[in-house]
C-alpha cells in the first residue's frame, strides 16, 4: 500500500509516498480503508521533532514514522475484541498512520459516520472538532449567556470553537486577521477582533471564557480581560514546544494562587464525543470549514502550507475517492 512516511525530521520535504506493508490491527483495533485524512499541527511538529519532542519520544531520529491522525474510512477487518464496528462500516476518528491508503484505529477512538455526513467533513472533526468541543464544555465550563474569546477563530479548532460557543448559547467574540473576518461571522460570531490593527488583551471587555489557540500573550495579559472567576483555556501556542509548557506550568501557578482558572489542556478522543459532533453536523448546527485539498503524493505541499499557520479552518489529505470507498463498503456489506 501507498503512505507517506519519513525516517529524520525537518522540513516538509522529509516526507515521502511509499511502498510499505499493510498494517494488521490488534486484537482491539480496526484496520481502515481510509477515504479522507486532515493534518494537525502536532502533525508538522512530529515532522520537525523539536529538541523537547525527541526528548519526550525517547530518541532522536524517528526510524520510519508514519504521521496522520484525524482519519474517516471503511472498516476492512476487526480485530479479535472489537464488536462494535463489522467489515463495510463508514466510520471516523483517530487512528495511527492516517495519511496512508491502509491504517489501524483504536475501536475506542472511532464513531459510525452518518449516512448524510461526507468522509471529508467527517475527516475534520476528530482533533480539532473534539478539542474545541472539549475545551469550551469540560475545561471552560460554559453556560449560556456567558462572553467568551476565541483568540484564532479562523484556524481548525477557532471555526469548530466558534459554532460550539453559539451553540451553548453564548456571546462570542472571534480574533482573528481582517482577511478572515467575514468567515469568523459567517460561523455565528457577534464580534470581530483583527489582531493586525487591535491588541484584544487591551480591550476594555471582559469575558467568563477565554479559548487560547495561539499561545501569542502571556498569561498575564490574558487574566486582565477575564472576570474575577472567568476561565482561560489554552490548546495551542507558538512554534516553540518549551514555551507552551512555560505557559501550562504558569497557568498552574496561577490557578492555584487566583480565583481564575487558566489550564493547558489536550483532547481525549472518545466515541461518545465524536458522535455529539457528527450530530451537530448532521443537524446543520455546526459546518466544516475546508480550507484546502490534496492528494496522498502531495502530502509535502499540505504540510508546508499548515506549518505556515495561515490555514482557514481545515486542510485535507484525499487518499482514496468517495465512489471508490462506497464500491468497497458495498463489497464488505455483501460478502
Not at 511509499?18 to 511538529?45: F, G, H, M, Q, T
Not at 477487518?77 to 471516523?92: C, L, N, R, Y
Not at 483532547?267 to 485539498?293: E, N, Y
Request: hydrophobic fraction near 40%.
Amino acid at each position: 500500500m501507498q503512505a507517506i512516511v519519513f525516517r529524520k525530521n525537518g522540513a516538509p520535504d522529509v516526507l515521502s509516498c511509499e511502498e510499505i506493508e499493510k498494517p494488521k490491527p490488534e486484537d482491539d483495533e480496526v484496520l481502515l480503508k481510509v477515504s479522507c485524512a486532515s493534518i494537525n499541527p502536532l502533525d508538522w511538529r512530529m515532522m520537525r521533532g523539536s529538541p523537547l519532542m525527541r526528548v519526550l519520544s525517547v530518541r532522536r531520529k524517528p526510524k520510519l514514522s508514519h504521521p496522520g491522525v484525524d482519519v474517516a474510512g471503511v472498516v476492512e477487518e476487526v480485530g479479535s475484541k472489537v464488536t462494535e464496528f463489522k467489515p463495510g462500516d463508514a466510520v471516523f476518528g483517530a487512528c495511527h498512520g492516517a495519511f496512508a491508503e491502509y491504517a489501524c484505529a483504536p475501536a475506542r477512538c472511532l464513531a459510525l459516520k452518518p449516512a448524510a455526513l461526507t468522509f471529508d467533513d467527517a475527516s475534520s472533526i476528530p482533533i480539532a472538532g473534539i478539542t474545541a468541543l472539549q475545551a469550551l464544555r469540560d475545561h471552560g465550563r460554559i453556560q449560556r449567556g456567558q462572553k467568551v474569546l476565541i483568540n484564532g477563530a479562523s484556524g481548525g479548532v477557532g471555526t469548530f470553537a466558534v459554532q460550539l460557543a453559539k451553540y451553548f448559547g453564548a456571546e462570542v467574540t472571534g480574533v482573528c486577521s481582517g482577511a478572515n473576518a467575514g468567515l469568523v461571522r459567517s460561523l455565528g460570531a457577534d464580534r470581530v477582533v483583527d489582531y493586525t490593527r487591535e491588541d484584544f488583551t487591551r480591550d476594555s471587555e471582559r469575558y467568563d471564557v477565554v479559548l487560547d489557540n495561539m499561545g501569542n500573550h502571556s498569561l498575564v495579559q490574558c487574566r486582565r480581560i477575564l472576570n474575577p472567576k472567568g476561565r482561560c483555556v489554552i490548546i495551542g501556542g507558538p512554534k516553540q514546544i518549551s514555551r507552551i509548557f512555560v505557559h501550562a506550568l504558569g497557568a498552574m501557578v496561577f490557578s492555584w494562587l487566583i480565583s481564575q482558572k487558566l489550564g493547558m489542556m489536550v483532547a481525549k478522543i472518545t466515541a461518545k464525543d465524536l458522535a455529539f459532533m457528527a450530530d451537530l453536523m448532521q443537524s446543520g448546527k455546526v459546518r466544516p470549514v475546508i480550507d484546502r485539498r490534496y492528494k496522498l503524493v502531495e502530502a509535502p505541499e499540505a504540510f508546508g502550507y499548515m506549518e505556515e499557520e495561515h490555514a482557514r479552518g481545515k486542510v485535507l489529505i484525499t487518499v482514496a475517492p468517495t465512489s471508490d470507498v462506497t464500491v468497497a463498503a458495498r463489497t464488505h456489506a455483501s460478502a
